[in-house]
């Protein structure tokens, strides 16, 4: 096995995920806002601090994803985050898109951009000791959208990020999100992502992405929000794993789905199901952001005397989702925490 190969390995390791905690200073407004936190950097430092100082964190948590100032950050102890996270067993990694921008002739959705200047940008962050990347596409549903310009756009930008990526020495997260806002149903959510998917992979062959050196992080599907009818966690599970199996090759070791706005818990009773169903040839694990993160940021609430509770509830959050990884997680799991905590 090639170097990059056994990283995207240990990325998807059994029972573990990875952690989105890679808010650009932007996203991060937003999170601290639910909290009534000002967002500087003293506050942004101090909350990662508390995430990646959880004890027993690398017990569930293979990688976690940084935002540029993150991984160029030192923990309240001196030591830069890297550091702190190589010492518990944990892969550090990077975020190099530039955002989601409106794309040009096509209202209503985006183009990830990022891909100037990014072997350059890629080099420095292996010097910096990350391990991995990732670039996040958008596609969204809607009357008359998503358009082929907007899908093979995207592929294409992910596909040439992947290969920039594998040739610095580093495993690309490749994250096609189709948005779950919106009243469309399942049936057009599961259309709209094997879609998506087929123009992924099709690009990741054309710019010769190694398969076997990346993990996907795709959406789930699911009903739009605003949907009237919403699907049950086995109807999500079967036909997320039914569009998988189509489009996703054997050769890609493992797929990290995103949360994308699900609640904590169905998170990861979805990504349960889709274990316990099993069946597919590739790891099948998380890589969250808010439903990971949210019950944790919401006990910290930016002060020092809760940073325990938050990493309990941190703790607890990756536990869960660690035995949802081989579909181990049950209600019970769940509620021996509500009455320990
Ligand atoms: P969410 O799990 O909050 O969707 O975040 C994952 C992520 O990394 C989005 O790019």
Not at 187 to 198: A, G, K, P, S, V
Not at 286 to 310: D, E
Request: hydrophobic share 40%; net charge neutral; glycine share 10%.
């Amino acid at each position: 096995m090639t170097e990059l190969a056994k990283v995207a390995h240990a990325m998807v390791a059994k029972g573990k995920g990875i952690l989105a905690a890679d808010e650009s200073t932007g996203t991060i407004e937003k999170r601290f806002k639910g909290i009534s936190l000002e967002n500087v950097e003293q506050n942004r430092r101090a909350y990662r601090d508390m995430l990646f100082n959880t004890p027993k964190l690398g017990s569930y948590i293979s990688g976690v994803i940084l935002y540029d100032e993150t991984i160029r950050q030192k923990g309240l102890d001196g030591a830069p985050f890297v550091e702190l996270l190589a010492k518990n067993g944990i892969l550090p990694g990077i975020k190099v898109d530039a955002g989601a921008k409106d794309m040009a002739l096509c209202p209503g959705e985006k183009i990830t951009e990022g891909l100037d200047g990014l072997a350059k940008r890629c080099q420095e962050y292996v010097k910096m000791g990350a391990k991995f990347t990732k670039w996040r596409a958008v596609i969204t549903i809607g009357r008359d959208i998503p358009s082929a310009a907007c899908i093979w756009a995207n592929a294409h930008a992910l596909a040439r990020y992947a290969a920039i990526c594998q040739a610095t020495g580093l495993v690309p997260i490749v994250e096609p999100e189709v948005l779950m806002d919106g009243d469309h149903t399942i049936e057009r959510c599961e259309e709209i992502t094997e879609w998506t998917l087929n123009a992924v992979f099709d690009s990741l062959y054309n710019q010769r992405v190694s398969l076997e050196e990346m993990v996907l992080k795709p959406s789930m599907v699911i009903s739009g929000s605003e949907c009237s009818r919403q699907a049950g966690v086995k109807e999500v599970a079967e036909r997320t794993l039914k569009v998988l199996k189509r489009a996703v090759p054997a050769a890609v070791p493992g797929i990290a789905f995103l949360s994308g706005g699900q609640s904590d818990e169905l998170a990861t009773a979805h990504l349960d199901a889709m274990n316990k169903l099993g069946g597919g040839p590739w790891a099948l694990t998380f890589s969250y952001g808010r439903a990971l993160q949210h019950a944790s940021l919401h006990a910290w609430k930016g002060q020092t005397a809760n940073v325990t509770g938050a990493q309990a509830a941190l703790a607890h959050r990756s536990r869960m989702n660690g035995l949802a990884a081989t579909g181990q997680y049950s209600g019970k799991a769940e509620a021996e925490y509500g009455k320990a905590a």
